[in-house]
């Protein structure tokens, strides 16, 4: 069984797409041990205790400094047997110690299809407010590993959306929300979780 621990900053709603995958036997061997905000207010933490989940807030701002921080964030992995990090919806660079010891065992859900609109800078309804801006006719969403670079890691699933006529950044972020990340995050989780996902020469290769 595949414990994960989910890192989220806001309302939790890939969180909640994971749940509501697990619940409907859509994600098998795994279970979610720990969900963490770096936001005490989260409602992504309401989420977690309304299904029984344990949940805690370990912020950056609570420690002197990032190595501090890096160490708590740890600790409680380790406390929690955590076999697989899922950025969903975390707006706090992971530390570099971190990425490293949990090599390949680190994914993230990113608003667009990678290689575009991605990077520093981009991130909630600046990704949309880019594509908008720059007239694409499709975007979508991509689950990828995470390694020291930002949105470089291999890209495990990615699924495309239509841009429509008349979109705001709000209505096409809901949109992508709905069509592809609350579809291909847990179908990722499932992958890994079904030992289904490889990385080779930098690239994923999924069997089965």
């Not at 890096?70 to 076999?83: F, I, K, N, T």
């Not at 065992?105 to 801006?133: D, M, Q, T, W």
């Not at 847990?186 to 080779?200: F, M, R």
Request: charged content about 25%; overall charge negative; aromatic content about 4%.
């Amino acid at each position: 069984m595949l414990k994960l621990a989910v890192l989220v900053s806001g309302g939790g709603t890939n969180l909640q797409a994971v749940i509501d995958a697990m619940e409907a036997g859509i994600v098998n061997n795994a279970q979610i041990a720990v969900v963490i905000s770096n936001r005490p207010d989260a409602r992504a933490l309401e989420r977690a205790a309304k299904y029984g989940i344990h949940s805690c807030c370990i912020s950056p701002k609570d420690f002197d400094d990032r190595e501090a921080f890096a160490e708590a964030l740890a600790a409680a992995l380790e406390r929690e047997q955590a076999d697989l990090i899922v950025l969903a919806g975390y707006l706090v660079i992971l530390p570099e110690q971190l990425i490293r010891k949990y090599k390949n065992r680190i994914i993230n859900i990113h608003p667009s299809l990678i290689p575009s609109f991605c990077g520093k800078g981009y991130y909630g309804l600046k990704v949309h407010e880019s594509a908008l801006a720059r007239g694409v006719k499709i975007t979508g969403a991509t689950v990828h590993f995470v390694d020291e670079g930002t949105d470089t890691g291999p890209v495990i699933l990615q699924k495309a959306v239509e841009v429509k006529q008349g979109d705001t950044p709000h209505t096409l972020q809901q949109r992508v929300m709905e069509e592809a990340e609350w579809q291909i995050l847990p179908k990722a989780i499932d992958l890994i979780a079904n030992d289904k996902v490889t990385i080779v020469d930098g690239k994923v290769h999924i069997t089965g």
